[in-house]
């Protein structure tokens, strides 16, 4: 659901030293062993290493990529951006899909990841989580 909210995400990039960071990061992966998130934004290319995003979030038709550096933002389908990324991610619910690696906390209300950020959920879609959470695990 919109919210109108015009800077929703004011901690979001517009080509400053982190992202910089973040590309020079992913340059340096041994010989592209290191997967990434590719897409642009306003005529410029973005690599995120899978490494670095905790979570996607999905308002309108914008997805914000949600990184412990911060948080970029795109124009984008979450069905297009599924399969650019690997087993770890799970789309927990229509809004929201999540690493994995970075769940701090699993609750049947609600899951907290490693930037302490809440993010609440029903019970469907609860019961999918933990499925896939309990199949990750397992390949661990």
């Known amino acids: ?15 400053t030293d982190e992202l910089n ?5 992913s ?12 897409f642009k ?5 973005y690599a995120i290493p899978l ?11 914008r997805i ?9 933002s795109f124009y ?13 991610f799970t789309c927990c619910h229509k809004s929201y899909v999540l690493n994995m ?5 699993l609750s049947q209300e609600a899951v907290i990841m490693t930037n302490d950020v809440e993010i609440r959920f029903g019970k469907r879609s609860y019961d999918r989580l933990q499925r896939s959470y309990l199949e990750w695990e397992k390949g661990q």
Do not use: S
Not at 21 to 25: I, V, Y
Not at 76 to 88: A, K, Q, T, Y
Not at 101 to 105: G, L, M, N, Q, V
């Open 76 to 88: 984008g389908r979450f069905i297009d951006v599924m399969p650019l990324l690997d087993e770890r």
């Open 51 to 61: 490494d670095d995003i905790i979570y996607l979030e999905k308002d309108c038709r």
């Open 27 to 38: 340059a340096d992966a041994v010989h592209g062993t290191e997967t990434t998130l590719k």
């Open 21 to 25: 960071a973040m590309k020079r990061h």
């Open 101 to 105: 690696d970075e769940i701090r906390c």
């Open 41 to 45: 934004v306003r005529g410029k290319h």
């Open 64 to 72: 914000h990529v949600h990184t412990m550096r911060g948080t970029i």
């Open 1 to 15: 659901m919109c919210n109108g909210e015009k800077n929703r995400h004011p901690q979001c990039w517009n080509g």
